[in-house]
């Protein structure tokens, strides 16, 4: 009795020591700043030893590095909860294990029954993004804001937050650009260039683009969220917290605009309905103004949205923006049109009108704490509700198909199968041999052929990306193609050039068994030394040639417009060995920037003026003198007019009324007898985003015979050549030029009519690519 009554002393001493002791760090203790004051940003290091503080402290939050960046950083989450609900994590993730996979719950007469009990003790799962756009500051300094409340506060609210949901927070997915941004904000404060972009890409390769990674998971942060969050913990609600450009409104919440695509499930499409609507409803009663929903941001692609596929909705939020750190004001008659809503009149999508004025860190802060916060309360209130509409998407996808139904696709092995393999078993699908090969109708299919069912927990997801893409043709009151916010199609069988086959059911097969995994195929090395342009004005093209190069391990050179300029087309690996580039590829990006680059004043002097005349001639020296020149997409126009080629880009120049191909697979024809061509079928694809077409023309003034055009590749003159996504005016392009070589002198200039290594995707013609890289 006396032991433990002295046991139950020392305890409560112990405690109140503890708690005595627990001060939660704020984060303007550790920054020496608070989050959202003008002019300041925080560095990586800083914010980790932000969260770290607060794990140390607060019994509420556990921090964890999940992984290393493609710069070596580390990639870091917080969980964050009530303490009792931490102590029990591992069941949570069973209870969201089970409830995804209904079949897990054991025969279809009892599932039903069992989840009830399983939703009674689960809690909602919420994953909060920020920073995947490092530019857009707010999101990851809001993050130490918004974990602070939740680790200190003694709100009823916050305490209904924490009793009821897990918060898993991710203060940055890109924590490289945090450290780019910062750096070149720093370096210009207080010069008339304060406030820019930086002059580099924030994502070592993708740019803006590791928002566009999220079914073919290239990028190695794409990769550990997907591994470590999302398929660990199968979150309900996914809130990404993003910004957009400082015109419009001052805060986009969900719905997203039409149109969705087909495969996100109803029970999703209605969750981000109802918790954007209330959260907009909420924040214009509190006095927020300018919100939008409904407008500019749509829910086709894939690749902004895994949640979609996996169970759980994805709240985008997107706050206005000011000059990086650095305040702004805007008269309201300067407030610009988007999508779906005018900003200087109220409208369903849009209220109620802000007026103008300054814009400041601080303000964006505001809004994103707030609607992160507006979210979680939903997140609490309505747990149930959450965890039974996550159960009803999962019994949707795994009950079994009715006949006539779609059943599953077939995957027949070829060279890039595996590479499709591997990424829908990163998200989640399971794969089955058949111990008897596969049979079609009368045709026997080879033996290494897999089966992808329907009827799983993520069969939606392989089923948007086996399948061919119908964009629907939207137009606006003035009968104009209204633009998709990315691009049309996601068909990964035709840019990998892998054949699949849709099966209805009923199907027969064998027993389920995984197949294991297979290494990638790597492409041979090219012989010779390319060099890549690498233009002042950052371009994502060439970010993922990079990224693509690097992981085939192919050597390559950079030249930027300094060295074309100069006429520098060779580098000195050692004293007396020289090494010239006879290659040089330029990536996609508008003539106009390739040949001005960034217009003076508005940076700083050395990045100005792009490759101008100078760079031309000397990169028509080079050709002239045997070098080949590699121009990709939109390049290939600055190539026609500096060059004066003897070809026309029939749609430069057309209304969108008239011909349009925002990002679509197309088909072409090759000609297999030249060498870029070689060892290719004669019919394949084309990833088409903005793309010239070309015509071969008799102009007098080109400073070369027609006769030096060998047209490699065309789009068929007897079939559509729209194979997945949207084309308008397709006939205008039929029996036109989509890859070209035109000889000059000695060299040679290959013009490339589409991106032939699309987002690391488009395996079907990298071959095409790479035989032009190391062709003479
Ligand atoms: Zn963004």
Redesign the pocket.
């Known amino acids: 009795m006396r032991n433990l009554t002295l046991t139950l002393l020392l305890l409560f001493l112990a405690t109140g020591f503890a708690t005595a002791q627990t001060k939660i760090p704020t984060p303007a203790e550790v920054l020496t700043f608070t989050p959202g004051d003008d002019r300041k940003l925080a560095s990586w290091d800083q914010v980790v030893d932000y969260f770290q503080r607060l794990d140390t402290a607060s019994d509420r939050v556990n921090f964890e590095t999940l992984g290393t960046t493609t710069m070596g950083k580390p990639f870091v989450m917080a969980t964050i909860s009530s303490p009792a609900n931490l102590a029990r994590l591992d069941e949570f993730k069973t209870i969201q294990d089970q409830l995804s996979d209904p079949r897990k719950l054991g025969p279809p007469a009892t599932r039903d029954r069992k989840a009830a009990e399983l939703i009674r003790r689960g809690k909602t799962i919420v994953l909060i993004t920020c920073g995947?756009?490092s530019t857009?500051v707010g999101s990851y300094l809001s993050s130490m804001l918004i974990a602070h409340r939740l680790a200190s506060s003694t709100e009823p609210e916050i305490q209904k937050i924490l009793d009821n949901t897990i918060i898993l927070l991710v203060p940055s997915l890109n924590p490289d650009g945090v450290d780019i941004v910062k750096n070149w904000y720093d370096k210009t404060l207080g010069t008339p260039f304060e406030g820019t972009d930086p002059p580099e890409l924030y994502h070592k390769y993708t740019g803006?683009d590791n928002?566009r990674d999220w079914y073919a998971f290239t990028q190695v942060e794409t990769q550990i969220t997907v591994d470590k969050i999302h398929n660990v913990w199968h979150p309900q609600i996914v809130h990404d917290i993003?910004?957009?450009g400082s015109f419009g409104s001052r805060l986009f919440l969900p719905p997203y605009m039409q149109p969705v695509e087909p495969n996100v499930p109803r029970a999703l499409v209605q969750g981000y309905t109802e918790l954007g609507n209330w959260m907009a409803a909420e924040m214009r009663a509190k006095g927020f103004q300018g919100i939008t929903t409904n407008s500019t941001y749509d829910a086709w692609s894939p690749a902004r949205a895994y949640s979609h596929y996996h169970g759980g909705v994805r709240m985008l939020s997107?706050t206005a923006s000011a000059k990086i750190a650095t305040p702004i004001t805007l008269k309201f008659e300067e407030l610009r049109s988007r999508e779906g809503y005018d900003p200087q009149k109220e409208s369903p999508q849009f209220g109620p009108l802000w007026r103008g004025g300054e814009w400041h860190l601080s303000d964006i802060t505001k809004y994103m704490t707030t609607a992160a916060f507006l979210l979680l309360d939903h997140a609490a209130t309505n747990r149930d509700q959450w965890l039974r509409r996550f159960y009803s998407v999962g019994k949707e996808a795994v009950r079994p198909r009715r006949p006539s139904e779609l059943f599953g696709f077939l995957i027949e092995p070829s060279e890039h199968s595996q590479s499709l393999i591997s990424i829908l078993k990163r998200g989640g699908v399971v794969l089955t041999s058949s111990e008897a090969a596969f049979k079609l109708g009368s045709r026997q299919l080879p033996d290494e052929t897999l089966l992808v069912r329907m009827d799983q927990p993520y069969g939606a997801f392989a089923k948007a990306l086996l399948e061919v893409q119908r964009y629907p043709n939207l137009r606006d009151e003035a009968g104009h193609p209204i633009a998709p916010y990315d691009v049309t199609a996601h068909t990964l069988p035709l840019l990998m050039g892998v054949t699949v086959h849709p099966v209805k059911a009923p199907f027969r097969y064998s027993p389920a068994e995984t197949v294991a995994e297979r290494g990638m195929d790597l492409s041979t090395q090219p012989p010779n030394l390319p060099a890549l342009y690498h233009s002042s004005v950052p371009s994502q093209d060439e970010g993922w040639t990079r990224w693509i190069l690097d992981s085939k391990k192919i050597s390559y050179g950079v030249l930027g417009d300094k060295e074309l300029r100069g006429g520098v087309t060779f580098y000195k690996p050692s004293p007396g060995v020289t090494i010239r580039y006879l290659t040089i590829v330029f990536p996609d990006q508008p003539a106009r920037t390739l040949l001005d680059g960034y217009r003076a004043g508005a940076m700083p002097p050395e990045l100005t003026g792009g490759l101008g005349t100078l760079g031309v001639a000397k990169l028509r020296e080079l050709v002239e003198t045997g070098g080949t020149l590699i121009f990709l997409n939109r390049a290939s126009n600055f190539a026609i007019e500096q060059f004066k080629l003897p070809l026309r880009n029939i749609v430069g120049g057309l209304p969108r009324t008239d011909f349009y191909v925002p990002g679509s697979i197309l088909r072409i024809k090759l000609d297999t007898s030249h060498p870029l061509a070689k060892g290719m079928p004669e019919e394949t694809i084309a990833w088409a985003e903005d793309s010239p077409v070309f015509e071969v023309t008799n102009d007098p003034n080109a400073s070369v015979p027609a006769a030096n055009v060998r047209v490699i590749a065309s789009y068929p003159a007897d079939k559509d050549p729209l194979l997945s996504g949207w084309l308008l005016g397709g006939d205008l392009i039929k029996g036109k030029a989509a890859l070209v070589e035109v000889t000059i002198g000695r060299g040679r200039v290959i013009l490339f009519g589409f991106r032939p290594q699309y987002r690391a995707q488009s395996l079907a013609t990298y071959p095409l690519f790479f035989n032009a890289l190391s062709s003479k």
């Open positions: 995947i756009h857009e803006h928002n993003h910004q957009q997107e």
